[in-house]
């Protein structure tokens, strides 16, 4: 009896929760997945980033859990045991903000690994709302581009261009039969570039190559997934302070102070996409 009077008033604190967050899905029938929770789970959208280890894709993660989504967090380090660093510390971050977190070790230049993020993705939450195809690599020596080696070409465009082509190609499927069994939602599909999509590095022509071509694809899939209820856009970040500009904190420092940009900072992962994605 006294079990009884307890599991109500759980049962109408979740309701009011319920309710509060979810006013047009509130009409879900209480069965014994509502009680355990998983109705709020499969309410929520649910977004996979690659590159969620560090840098901007920690940045946006931090967001979106802030933002009350479920979050598929990708990388290709995963350091279970390095609660300093990696997708351990991210999901210990996003805990802290009541968000939930799921992990998936997994390379995105590898296309068999493609099947296991959606999978994984599909088991836990039910659904993929967002992709943020943010994963990328510098090449690890920045060389004349008369000096630009096949192999570091090969590098970048198989993990900055081919594995986001073909990740978001796979969901992209998934994402249209979601929409066919329910046109109310949108989905969104969100490309990080760069700016040297555009801009000219010479000492770094295979990722300038790379970013230009994930703008490119970015454009492609928009035209073609409009129709299907799938939002595509691109971000280009400038000038941020993470791991990978870290070679070069002095050389921009020094070119930040004489102009480089209006706003002469450095740009921060937390705001470089993380809000702009929140916003959608
Ligand atoms: N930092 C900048 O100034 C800047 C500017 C413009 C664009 N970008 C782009 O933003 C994205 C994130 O950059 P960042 O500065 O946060 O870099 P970062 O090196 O700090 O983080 C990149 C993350 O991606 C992961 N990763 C790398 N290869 C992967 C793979 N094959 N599969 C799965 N995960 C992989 C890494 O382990 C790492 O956690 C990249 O696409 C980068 O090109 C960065």
Redesign the pocket.
Known sequence: MLNNFFQRIETTQRMLFFIRKYPLESYHPLGESFRKGEVFKMNKKTAIV??????????IVLELAKNDFNIVG????FQAENKEK??FEVKERVKELGAEFLPVQ?????LQ?HEKIIQKTLEKFGRIDVLV??????PKQRLDVLETSPESYDRLM???TR?PFFLTQKIAKQMIQQHQKDPSKTQYIIF?????AYYSSPSRAE?CL??AA?SQAARIYADRLSAEGINVFEL??????????AAVKEKYDKMIAEGLIPQKR??Y?EI??GMNICRL
């Open positions: 690659t590159g969620a280890g560090q840098g901007i894709g920690r940045g990708v990388d290709v380090i990696g997708l997994a390379d995105i230049s590898n690994d195809n943010n994963a990328g690599v510098a198989t993990i900055n594995g990080i570039s760069s700016i040297s990722y790379s970013k994930i280009r970040p400038g000038i941020i302070m993470t791991d990978m500009t450095w740009g992962p470089s996409g």
